[in-house]
C-alpha cells in the first residue's frame, strides 16, 4: 500500500495492545498492528466481537498505554501528552447507554466545554457558541431544553455526538455509535458523521458491526484479521477478500455483487426464473436463501423448478406461476411460493 | 416535555436557595430555643446577643449546651450530606451515602479500636492531646473503607454488589466492635452504647474549635472539586477524556469525603440516611445534575435537615432527647423509599 504523506495525522506503528496482569504473555489483545488516520477520514474500525476493538480504541486515547510498539498523535506519542491536552485534540464517544435524569441536552453538550473553562466551568460567550453551533449542526435545535432521559435512542447518540463536537477537536472517536439503534437512526448517525468528516474536516473513528452501512459510508476500514491490522478502502476489503476473516463460521459467505453477508445452505437444486426488474432480484434472493441456484437464462434444459413471474408493472397484480409438474400453480405472494416449495422438499424423495 | 425558560430555572434557582437560608436561620433559633428544659425565648436571645446581662443558669445552658449543639447539627448534617454527595456521584450509585458504604462503620471501627489500645496507654502516663488524634484516626479509616469500595467497584460493575458489601463491611465492623465492648469496663461500654445511638450534644466546645475547622477544609475540598464532580458524573472514560486526571482527583474527592464522614462519625457516632436522603431532595428541589448548584443545595438542605431533626428529637413534651440516629432514619427512610419506587430502576443517579 501506497502512502502519500510522511506524517499522518495519527499513526500506529506496530502496536500491541492489551491489560498486562503480572508480566507475561498472557494479556496481549494484538500484537504488532499497524495503521493510519488521515484529516477528514471516517475510519471504520471492523472485527469480530473480542477482537479487542474497544481496547485498541482505549489505547488510541491514551486510557491504557501500548504494551509495544507506538501510538502517535500529529507525529507525537500518545503517553507525552498530558491529560488536558489530549482532551483538545480527542474526543470521545463511549458504547455506553447514559442514563442521567436531571439533565438537558443542552447541559450534555456543554459538558464538551469542560477542558476550555475554569475551576468552576463556567461558560463565557465563545463556549455557549460552540455548544448552540454543535446542537444545530446535528439537528438538535429542537431539543435542546429536553432532558437526556426523554430522547430516543438515535436523538441520544446525535447529543452525546454534539457533545464530542462540542469539545473542538480535530479526532471524534466512538465506540459502536450504532450499536443500539433501530435501522434509520443507524443510517442518520452514519450520515451524520460522514458529513461531519466533509464539512469539518474532522478525522472520525469509530467501531462497528454494522458492516453493510460501513461499506457504503466509510473512507477507510481498519479490520482486525488474525493477522494483525488491514487497512483500505471498504472496497479494497471486499475486492481483496478480507471479509471473510471476520467470520470464523464456514456457513457464513460474503455475496461480492449485493455487498451484504449471507448464510449458506444446503443445495437444492436449480430453479430457473423468468421475469425482470426487482421482482426477478428478491424472487432471486428468497430461492437463494431456500438454498436453489437460480438461473435465468432462457436456453436451458428444463430444470426440475422453473418459475414465472408475471404483472411486474403493478405490485398489486404480481404472480408467481411454478412450472414443476403436469399443471402450473400460481401464488400470490413470494411467501406462499416459499411456503409451498419448503414442504415440498420436507417431503420424503 | 414544554420547552423550559431557562431564565426563570435561574430565578428559580436563586428564589429556593433564598429560602433554604432563611429556613436555616429559623430552625437554628427554632433548635436552641427547644430542649428538656423550657426557657423563655426572650432570655435565650438575650443570652445570645448580650451574655453579661443575661441570667447565669440561662447562659450555661445556652451557651454551653445548646449553642454548640446547634452548630454541631449544622456542620454534621452539611458534611454528611455533602459526602453523601460525593458518593453518589463518584460510585454512580443513588443509594450509596457514608453510612451505607459502610464508611461510617470504617470510622467507627478505627474509633473503638483506637479507644481500646489507648486505654491501656493511659494508665502509662500517656494523655490525648485535644481532639486531633481521635478525629486523624475516624479519617484513617473511612478513607481505608472508601478505597476499598473503590477497587470493588472497579472490579465488578455493579451496583448493587457494592452495595451489599458495604452492608457486610458495616456488619462486620459493627461485630468487631461488639468484641471490643466485651472486653472493654463498663463505663467505657455505656459510653460506647450511647455513641453508638449518636448525639449532637456530646460535643464540648473544645471539640467544636477541631470538628468545625476540620468540617469546613473538608467542604472547600469539595467545592474545589465540584466542576470534575459532574464529569465523574458521565463514567470514568467521559472523566477522561474531558482531561480530568482521573486518580488524583478522585484522590482529593475521597480525602474531602474521609473528613467530612469521619469527622462526624468520630464525634457524634454514626448517624444515618442523612448521607444518602438529602442529596435526592436537593436533585429533586432543583432539577439539576450539575455539582455547581447541587453541592451547595445539598449542603444548606443537609444543614436545614439536621436541625430539623434534632428539634423534633427534643419536642416539648418530651422528657428526654431521643437518639439522633433514630429521628434521621425515620425521616431519611422514607425518602430512600419513595426515591426507590420513583426511579424504578435504580441502576444510575
Redesign the interface.
Known amino acids: 500500500m501506497i502512502t502519500s504523506t510522511p506524517a499522518p495525522l495519527l499513526e500506529a506503528d506496530r502496536l500491541s495492545i492489551g491489560y498486562l496482569p503480572a508480566g507475561g504473555d498472557s494479556g496481549f489483545i494484538r500484537k504488532e498492528i499497524s495503521f493510519t488516520a488521515e484529516r477528514g477520514e471516517l475510519v471504520a474500525l471492523i472485527g469480530p466481537n473480542g477482537s479487542g476493538k474497544s481496547t485498541l480504541l482505549k489505547t488510541l ?1 491514551g ?1 491504557i498505554p501500548p504494551l509495544k510498539g507506538s501510538v502517535r498523535w500529529m507525529g507525537k506519542p500518545v503517553g507525552s501528552y498530558t ?6 485534540l ?3 464517544v ?1 458504547t ?1 447507554n ?6 438537558r441536552v443542552a ?1 450534555l453538550v456543554a ?1 464538551g466545554r ?2 476550555y ?1 475554569g ?3 463556567r461558560l463565557r460567550e465563545e463556549d455557549l457558541q460552540m455548544v448552540s453551533t454543535s446542537i444545530r449542526k446535528t439537528g438538535l435545535s429542537d431539543f ?4 437526556v432521559i ?1 430522547l430516543s435512542d438515535g436523538e441520544r447518540q446525535r447529543a452525546l455526538i454534539a457533545r464530542a463536537l462540542a ?1 473542538n477537536t480535530p479526532f471524534i472517536l466512538l465506540d459502536e455509535p450504532t450499536a443500539f439503534l433501530d435501522v434509520s437512526a443507524k443510517y442518520e448517525i452514519f450520515q451524520l458523521l460522514r458529513q461531519l468528516a466533509r464539512t469539518e474536516g474532522k478525522t472520525i473513528l469509530l467501531s462497528t458491526h454494522d458492516l453493510n452501512i460501513a461499506l457504503r459510508e466509510a473512507d477507510k476500514f481498519w479490520m482486525l484479521t488474525p493477522a494483525g491490522c488491514t487497512q483500505g478502502a471498504p472496497e479494497d476489503a471486499v475486492l481483496q477478500g478480507w471479509l471473510s476473516h471476520l467470520f470464523t463460521h464456514p456457513q457464513i459467505g460474503f455475496d461480492k455483487t449485493g455487498g451484504d453477508f449471507y448464510l449458506k445452505t444446503e443445495p437444492a437444486g436449480t430453479a430457473q426464473v423468468k421475469g425482470q426488474g426487482d421482482a426477478l432480484i428478491w424472487t432471486s434472493r428468497a430461492l437463494t436463501r431456500l438454498g436453489f441456484s437460480v438461473v435465468t437464462e432462457e436456453n436451458l434444459p428444463l430444470p426440475p423448478l422453473s418459475i414465472t413471474i408475471t404483472g411486474e408493472e403493478d405490485p398489486n397484480h404480481l404472480r408467481w406461476l411454478l412450472h414443476s409438474g403436469e399443471t402450473p400453480l400460481t401464488f400470490s405472494s413470494l411467501h406462499a411460493l416459499l411456503s409451498y416449495l419448503r414442504q415440498e422438499m420436507q417431503k420424503p424423495g | ?1 414544554t ?2 425558560n ?1 431564565i426563570l430555572d435561574r430565578q428559580r434557582e436563586r428564589g429556593l436557595f433564598v429560602l433554604l437560608a432563611v429556613l436555616l436561620g429559623l430552625f437554628f433559633i427554632a433548635d436552641i430555643l427547644s430542649g428538656s428544659v423550657l426557657l423563655p425565648a426572650a432570655e435565650v436571645l438575650q443570652a445570645l446577643i448580650h451574655p453579661s446581662r443575661a441570667i447565669e443558669t440561662v447562659k450555661t445552658i445556652v451557651l454551653d449546651f445548646r449553642l454548640p449543639k446547634a452548630i454541631t447539627a449544622v456542620v454534621a448534617g452539611t458534611a454528611l450530606s455533602v459526602s453523601g454527595l460525593q458518593m453518589q456521584t463518584i460510585f454512580r450509585n443513588p443509594l450509596a451515602g457514608p453510612y451505607v458504604l459502610g464508611i461510617s462503620a470504617g470510622a467507627s471501627l478505627a474509633v473503638a479500636l483506637f479507644a481500646l489500645g489507648f486505654a491501656p496507654l493511659m494508665t502509662l502516663g500517656v494523655t490525648l492531646s485535644g481532639s486531633w488524634p481521635l478525629a486523624v484516626v475516624a479519617w484513617a479509616g473511612a478513607f481505608a473503607v472508601l478505597l476499598l469500595v473503590l477497587f470493588v467497584s472497579s472490579r465488578v460493575n455493579d451496583n448493587m454488589t457494592v452495595l451489599i458489601l458495604g452492608m457486610l463491611f458495616s456488619s462486620a465492623a459493627g461485630a468487631v466492635v461488639s468484641i471490643l465492648q466485651y472486653f472493654s469496663s463498663e463505663s467505657m461500654l455505656k459510653a460506647f452504647i450511647v455513641w453508638t445511638m449518636g448525639s449532637l450534644g456530646s460535643i464540648t466546645t473544645e471539640q467544636l474549635t477541631v470538628v468545625v475547622p476540620a468540617i469546613v477544609a473538608g467542604i472547600l475540598l469539595a467545592l ?1 472539586k ?2 470534575d464532580l ?2 465523574f ?3 470514568e ?2 472523566a ?6 482521573i486518580f488524583r482527583s478522585r484522590l482529593w474527592i475521597f480525602l474531602s469525603a474521609s473528613i467530612l464522614a469521619g469527622t462526624v462519625t468520630a464525634f457524634c457516632g454514626p448517624i444515618g440516611f442523612v448521607g444518602i436522603a438529602v442529596p435526592h431532595l436537593a ?1 429533586v428541589l432543583f ?4 455539582h ?1 448548584v447541587l453541592l451547595p443545595a445539598t449542603l444548606l438542605l443537609g444543614a436545614n435537615a439536621m436541625l430539623l431533626s434534632d428539634i423534633i428529637a427534643q419536642l416539648p413534651g418530651l422528657q428526654a432527647t431521643l437518639p439522633i440516629n433514630s429521628v434521621t432514619a425515620l425521616l431519611g427512610i422514607p425518602i430512600v423509599i419513595w426515591m426507590i419506587i420513583r ?1 424504578r ?1 435504580f ?3
Open positions: 486515547t486510557f491529560p488536558a491536552e489530549l482532551a483538545r480527542i474526543s470521545y463511549s455506553e447514559l442514563r442521567l435524569p436531571n439533565m447541559d459538558y469542560f477542558p473553562t475551576w468552576l466551568g435542546a431544553r429536553r432532558e426523554t469539545q | 416535555m420547552p423550559i431557562p474545589a465540584m466542576k459532574n464529569a458524573l458521565l463514567g472514560t467521559y477522561r477524556s474531558l482531561g480530568v486526571p436533585r432539577r439539576t445534575s450539575d455547581r426511579n430502576k441502576a444510575t443517579l
